[in-house]
């Protein structure tokens, strides 16, 4: 069984500021069923990239997804104040612990 | 638009049972493979089980599986979850997802929560 492991857990940063979220695989990955979603409070998650790298409809150019094999990462160019959230990624039926973007 | 609306749900003891309920539309249901998942409070998201198109291929995750049982009504648009012998960890907010291809989950029920506590 594929084990997900989202780092870091927390990350605090300001509006602006790049994030950048990793989510490493116990095994090699096909990229093509790397997912990330984003879930606000009280909200359902929201697929942010499929494939690994490419982006849902009507998601900003400010999220990007990158990465092969065991390591893959969601980036967050500029923060806007609606990104403050939780970020999960998933494989077929793991999904990872996720990282949180609190406001710093 | 697609729907998922979601019904059942609510406060059980231990040991007792839940049946939660999925209503689709907006879309062809019997050409979608169903997924259930769940989040404790405050916790991550967890898959539960999926099933085929008609209903002839299912799985469980691990921790409810031989207590839960996926089933759907093509007939009806619904996927069901009956969740027996629960636990205090199994409480959670439970989502029918919609599979659109490979566990990618783009459309989601509204969740609901159980709750088990005696």
């Known amino acids: 069984e594929i084990v997900l492991t989202q780092s870091p857990g927390t990350l605090s940063l300001s509006p602006g500021e790049r994030a950048t979220l990793s989510c490493r695989a116990s095994?090699?990955?096909?990229?093509?069923?790397l997912f990330w979603y984003q879930q606000k409070p009280g909200q359902t998650p929201r697929v942010l990239i499929y494939?690994?790298?490419t982006r849902a409809t009507g998601i900003p150019d400010r999220f990007s997804g990158s990465g092969s094999g065991t390591d893959f990462t969601l980036t967050i160019s500029r923060l806007e104040p609606e990104d403050f959230a939780v970020y999960y990624c998933q494989q077929s039926t793991t999904f990872g612990g996720g990282t949180k973007v609190e406001i710093k | 638009e697609v729907q998922l609306v979601q019904s059942g749900g609510g406060l059980v003891q231990p040991g007792g049972s839940l049946r939660l309920s999925c209503a689709a539309s907006g879309f062809t249901f019997n050409d979608y493979w169903m997924t259930w998942v769940r989040q404790a409070p405050g916790k991550g998201l967890e898959w539960l089980a999926n099933i085929n198109r008609d209903g002839s291929v299912i799985n469980y995750v691990g921790s409810v599986k031989g207590r839960f049982t996926i089933s759907r009504d093509n007939a009806k648009n619904s996927v069901y979850l009956q969740m027996n012998s629960l636990r205090v960890e199994d409480t959670a907010v439970y989502y029918c997802?919609?599979?659109?291809?490979?566990?990618?989950?783009?459309?989601w029920g509204q969740g609901t929560l159980a709750t088990v506590s005696s």
């Open positions: 095994q090699s990955l096909s990229g093509t069923h």
């Open positions: 997802t919609r599979d659109d291809g490979s566990s990618l989950f783009f459309h």
């Open positions: 494939g690994a790298s």
